[in-house]
DNA sequence: CTTTCTGCAAACTCTTTGCACTCGT
DNA sequence: ACGAGTGCAAAGAGTTTGCAGAAAG
């Protein structure tokens, strides 16, 4: 049950905590290669699961591809509770619209956003004043 | 060059529209085949991509799986620059930080957020401010 | 009739896993 | 020597695509 520091390991974190861009597992991969020629793919990904459960590196949660689909067309947030797994649709109004004033000085452009928050729901973590534990509004 | 109003796609639309909880393509497919058996997946597909495009439905940008990896390990929001496809770094402080006082005051319990802008970035949108496009922080 | 759309299946991307072998400790 | 870790390749999810035939306009 005791964690070895590998080449593999150690040249897995080096290369992502070198970074400054955000590489992708494969762009891991290829970099490490160029150091370690054998290692696999496979061994890239359970090294970067393993150093995120150390908290060693930082996994960047980025809404990359569509996977979910919403009849309700209006802006809106959303909360998903890592016990049930509800995704539940939160109002704009109930968090504040984040500052875009900082990007705008900065000479970006911002045409959306995305907020998700993650924990528990209500009903999951036992108050009793939800009826229906999956998918309701806030 | 002209679209067409297929039973197909229209099923879809009304089973994404009629939906309460966030459908994944699977569970569109799903729902919409106890009408029209012989849909496949395919077409599910292909309409509910047609129906975003159209901003007839809302596509859920959830953060699903990891699929970039970061050495900085302080919490921080990114921006993702739809010409040049950066991912860029911004301090938790350049936006202001969600409010959750709504959720707590509901029975949420909140472990963590993540938030992403998307838009154009400075270097992109022409301010001759930055000296590389990709990932440089803010 | 023409052109778009469909069903099907194969292909593709990204990630995980089983297995025998390797290598830290 | 023991067992966690590795390379490889195969298997999984989730999504896209090529094609022949169906059907909307």
Redesign the interface.
Known sequence: MKERETRQLATVYEV??????????DE?HARVRRRLPRISLGTVYRN?QKL?AQ?R?????????????????GEH????C?RCGA?ID?MRS???P???A??DR?????????????????AC?G?P??RRP???H?
């Open positions: 992502v905590r070198a970074a400054q861009d955000h590489p992708t597992a891991v970067l995120a908290q590196v930082r996994v960047v949660r980025l809404p990359h591809r569509a996977a979910r689909f919403d009849g309700m067309l947030d959303h909360f998903l890592e995704v939160l109930a968090a504040t984040p500052d875009c900082a990007l900065a000479g970006f452009v911002v045409h959306a956003h995305a907020l998700t928050f993650y924990g528990v729901c209500a973590a108050t004043r939800v999956r998918d309701r806030v």
